[in-house]
């Protein structure tokens, strides 16, 4: 068995002598791990860093066996992942949700493109946190578990969006939800508008609150994990810091 493919390196650690087991996204074989014969080198430490875009080639005798990656580079994010300590975070967090909710070896490729997309967008858009938001909505829906944000549950209309059922995962508007405000969660005003500009500190707090219940009661949970991932939890921590929450 044999593939060539592209992906972003995920995580590394050593194994045996001198070798290391590596997990990537890859653009056409999903999330996938393999040994890297010499990878626990130094000289292969430059190589195999955590948001380094490889060329990939595996091999295996047989399709569900562990198998061999050779590395080429292909291009490196670590530079722009190291411009702040939010977007060092960020990339823990996208790597952390990727190993505990994607499927091995299940081609996912949207998903690819979006952290690609992401990852650019570190260093050149400073609304790169409203599309991080948007990143984590799109993998429920991926992966079966979306919200529908189109309408309000309640009268069908789709004007003054401003919560979502915790139970459902349905819009309500404004005027259907009075009485109930505490027991919905608040839908920000970006995620009904991707033309939306600059949503502030409280906005993307609240974003990713709402994704984050629908992650841990949908997509982990079916995968048999009772708590977010830390590094997602570190994430929260520090955009929390910085925003003075």
């Known amino acids: 068995m044999e593939w060539t493919d592209e992906g972003m390196l995920l995580s590394v650690r050593k194994h045996g002598e001198g070798s290391a087991i590596i997990e990537v996204l890859t653009k056409n074989h999903g999330r996938h791990a393999g040994v890297v014969r010499g990878g626990g080198a130094r000289k292969s430490a430059a190589l195999l860093q955590p948001g380094a875009q490889l060329a990939l080639r595996w091999r295996a005798r047989l ?7 050779s590395v080429e580079p292909k291009a490196s994010r670590v530079v722009k992942i190291m411009t702040g300590r939010a977007e060092m975070a960020a990339f823990a967090a996208i790597s952390g949700l990727v190993l505990a909710c994607l499927p091995e070896r299940e081609p996912q490729g949207r998903i690819y493109g979006v952290v690609m997309d ?16 948007r990143f984590e909505l799109m993998m429920l829906d991926e992966l079966g578990f979306g919200l529908d944000l189109t309408g309000c549950a309640v009268t069908g209309k789709n004007d003054n969006l401003a919560y979502v059922s915790p139970k459902t995962g349905r819009a309500v ?4 939800a009075v009485g109930w405000e505490d027991r919905l969660l608040k839908l920000p005003a970006f995620l009904g508008d991707e033309k939306f500009q600059a949503p502030s500190d409280d906005q993307i707090m609240q974003g990713l609150h709402l994704s984050g219940c629908f992650l841990k009661s949908g997509i982990l949970a079916a995968n048999g994990h ?7 939890e570190r994430f929260i921590a520090v955009l929390a810091g910085r925003s003075g929450q």
């Open 173 to 176: 508007s404004s005027a259907a």
């Open 226 to 232: 009772k708590e977010m991932p830390l590094a997602r």
């Open 118 to 133: 992401l990852m650019h967008d570190f260093s050149i858009n400073r609304a790169w946190l409203a599309n991080y938001v």
């Open 63 to 69: 399709a569900e066996h562990l198998g061999s990656f």
